[in-house]
């Protein structure tokens, strides 16, 4: 046997998201992640996969936001093999999952979650499911035409917030809710 790795000798793991959907040709994955865990995971090296009822450990060649996370494995090199991951578990080992509150993050539009968010001329995008950082700026996640999207968080963008009506007015660019 070769030699022991760090990851074979934490017990115990934190659930940070499931494997969603194939995306392109090249075996990369989708990855729907608990927003408390986005940053982590966007700086792993490696991702923990529920393969019948095992943690299998596969390091991330490549990743990229386009619509969530997507994500190249090694070892996943085409659909075929991708496909077999859909659903899964994703992990991190218990040690290294701290997840961080939005209070902890003091994001600045973490209360509009849960408001509708309206474009000027598109009329209702949907609800804000939740309000994420990225390392430009803040992002809310919402469920648009049957797929989760990201839009800004900007004074260049918002036009007005209805605390009352629990609604946000943005006024988007053109093309960027484009699928």
Not at 18 to 28: L, S
Request: glycine letters at 10%.
């Amino acid at each position: 046997m070769g030699e022991k790795r760090d990851w074979e000798t934490i017990p115990g793991f934190t659930r940070i998201g499931v494997v969603g959907k194939t995306h392109g040709a090249a075996g990369e994955v989708k990855i729907h992640i608990d927003d408390a865990y986005l940053e982590i995971a966007l700086e792993t090296s490696f991702l923990f996969v529920d393969r019948a009822g095992s943690q299998v450990p596969y390091e991330v060649e490549g990743r990229r936001i386009a619509r969530g996370l997507v994500v190249k494995l090694s070892g996943i090199d085409d659909t075929g093999q991708a496909a077999l991951l859909t659903g899964a578990a994703v992990s991190l080992p218990g040690s290294v999952s701290t997840p961080q509150d939005d209070d902890e993050i003091g994001l600045e539009y973490a209360h509009l979650t849960g408001y509708t968010m309206v474009d000027k001329k598109w009329g209702s995008l949907g609800r804000i499911k939740t309000v994420t950082a990225f390392p430009q700026q803040e992002m809310a996640v919402l469920d648009y035409q049957d797929q989760e999207v990201l839009v800004p968080l900007n004074q260049a963008f918002i036009t007005s917030v209805d605390s009352s009506q629990q609604s946000v007015v943005v006024d988007l660019p053109a093309g960027l809710l484009d699928q």
